[in-house]
């Protein structure tokens, strides 16, 4: 199985807070991992520190056989073949639902105007928002919004797409859209590493799930083993916590 | 011939050229100094909102940039411009013996006054654009140029405007104070104007008017463009695939 990111001894402190502790894991090509664990238990940090919106504080991360925490790496070469997608979609205001789609594949990517928007337009249309392209985003739903924000990360035809709770900021009517867009992605063999808390979605669409606890991870293994047979105390309690809240 | 309306026909008849000019002088002014106090006020603004590092060179010299630009600030904003205008038309003679323009004196004074104004402006502008949209830039691999050019500055831009626009309305006015460094605009002429018919009322009603006409037009010119930069209120949904495939991404209504 070919590993498309490779996480070695990673941490990461704020001042003297030190938030990641030690954290190993990789990303198979094709693999869908679902990182869950409390709130403040580092899910966002660490995703974060893997497309280095946050400077890791030690350790390695390994991309197709370099460490790109070496200084001589260009950061922003190793940033545009992954994919974000925010809990605050953040999509560009000052652009429309083409414009957002574009702008990136244009600018990063170099590519003509016509092909940006032949491959936004076919993105969007994977996320069902292609008769949309006119909109700004302030005239959209929180779904749309997060949908076209796939879209947008998509469109830079990325290795991995993280995901960080990407449905926490959505009206629980919208959820649904959202997760269906991102459970047809997992089908279409693309690569997702995705912080949730949404445990039935996890269940079904992961290969993987990494359990975190207080910047460590606790526990890693397929969904069934997680869910269903959890080996350690902290797993096991954030699941009967977490579960019975539903 | 005591009736004021009269006399402000007679005075508009035989005046209008003074008149026309001193509102060209004054728009003139108002508009050259905006723009470079925008420009001014931009520049600062970036500066000031650049992270200081925690250690370093860069450290010290940003330090010391941020404190000239904070004394500019609170000395342009904290004295009248009138007296702005005495001290550097006339402390310009005096020190280096520069016998300056007084219409170029003019735009200089509205430029550092408004830069000083606009520098808040902007600085509240940029901060104003949430860490979410840099966030999402960089994320998709743009770097900083790139980030801050297609993301982050037009969104400051959309949102300084209405405070720009309300600035340059402002100098409209308070151009008027720069007739104490012999600035022909319109309050100069406008005292010519009575001056040379005793007629100070009349002159002043009508100079009142053509003030108004220039401020309201100016809002209304720069309420239009606000509307046309933020597009239309609703969006077109686009029917028919093949026909967004085709480039026509407006007027496909369904
Ligand atoms: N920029 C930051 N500065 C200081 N502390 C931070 C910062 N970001 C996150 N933290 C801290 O790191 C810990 C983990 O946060 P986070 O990764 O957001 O957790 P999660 O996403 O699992 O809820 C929390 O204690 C949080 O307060
Ligand atoms: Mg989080």
Not at chain 2, 1 to 26: C, H, Q
Not at chain 2, 87 to 109: E, L, T
Request: proline share 3%.
């Amino acid at each position: 199985m070919e590993t498309v990111i490779d996480i070695q001894r990673l941490s990461k402190s704020f001042g003297n807070h030190e938030v990641l502790k030690d954290i190993h894991f990789s990303v198979n090509k094709g693999e869908v991992v679902c990182i869950i664990g409390s709130s403040g238990s580092g899910k966002s940090t660490l995703l974060r520190c893997v497309n280095l919106l946050e400077k890791p504080s030690g350790g390695k991360i390994i991309y197709h056989g370099e460490n790109i925490l070496d200084d001589k790496h260009d950061i922003h070469a190793y940033r545009r073949r992954l994919g974000m997608v925010f809990q605050q979609f953040n999509l560009f205001n000052n652009h429309n639902v083409l414009g957002n789609c574009v702008i990136g594949q244009m600018k990063v990517l170099k590519r003509s105007k016509e092909e940006a928007e032949k491959v936004a337009l076919k993105y969007l249309k994977v996320v069902g928002m292609d008769r949309f392209v006119n909109a700004k985003p302030r005239q959209l739903s929180g779904g749309q919004k997060q949908r076209v924000a796939i879209a947008r990360a998509l469109s830079m035809e990325p290795d991995v797409l993280l995901f960080d709770e990407p449905t926490s900021a959505l009206d629980p009517e919208m959820v649904g859209e959202v997760l269906k867009v991102m459970k047809e992605l997992a089908e279409t063999g693309l690569t997702m590493l995705i912080v949730t808390h949404e445990m039935e979605f996890a269940k079904e669409v992961s290969d993987r799930v990494v359990f975190m606890d207080k910047g460590v991870i606790a526990e890693e293994g397929s969904p069934d083993q997680i869910f269903n047979h959890p080996t350690g105390e902290r797993t096991r309690e954030f699941l009967k916590r977490t579960l019975r809240a539903i | 011939m005591d009736l004021s309306f009269e006399w402000i026909i007679k005075i508009i008849e035989t005046n209008w050229p003074m008149f026309l000019r001193g509102a060209g002088v004054t728009l003139l002014i108002a508009l050259i100094g905006t723009i470079f106090g925008a420009l001014i006020g931009l520049l600062a603004g970036i500066i000031r909102t650049i992270p200081i590092p925690e250690r370093g060179a860069k450290k010290g010299f940003l330090k010391f940039i941020n404190i000239i630009l904070s004394v500019y600030i609170e000395f342009f904003r904290g004295t009248p411009m009138i007296v702005q205008a005495m001290v550097i038309y006339y402390g310009s003679a005096a020190a280096f013996g520069w016998q300056m323009n007084p219409i170029i004196a003019g735009v200089v004074i509205v430029a550092i006054n408004t830069g000083a104004y606009m520098a808040e402006i902007v600085r509240g502008g940029i901060i104003s654009v949430d860490t979410g949209q840099y966030e999402a830039a960089q994320a998709i691999g743009m770097n900083h140029v790139q980030t801050m050019t297609h993301v982050v500055m037009p969104q400051v831009i959309r949102n300084i405007l209405p405070a720009t626009g309300n600035q340059f309305i402002i100098n409209i006015k308070d151009t008027a104070v720069l007739s104490v460094i012999s600035v022909t605009e319109l309050f100069f002429q406008t005292k010519t104007v009575a001056g040379n018919n005793f007629r100070y009322f009349e002159a002043f009603f009508i100079v009142c008017i053509i003030y108004f006409i220039l401020t309201y037009a100016v809002t209304l010119i720069l309420r239009y463009f606000e509307r046309k930069l933020d597009g239309p209120d609703n969006y077109i949904v686009v029917g028919n695939q093949a026909q967004i495939e085709a480039g026509e991404h407006k007027g496909i209504g369904q």
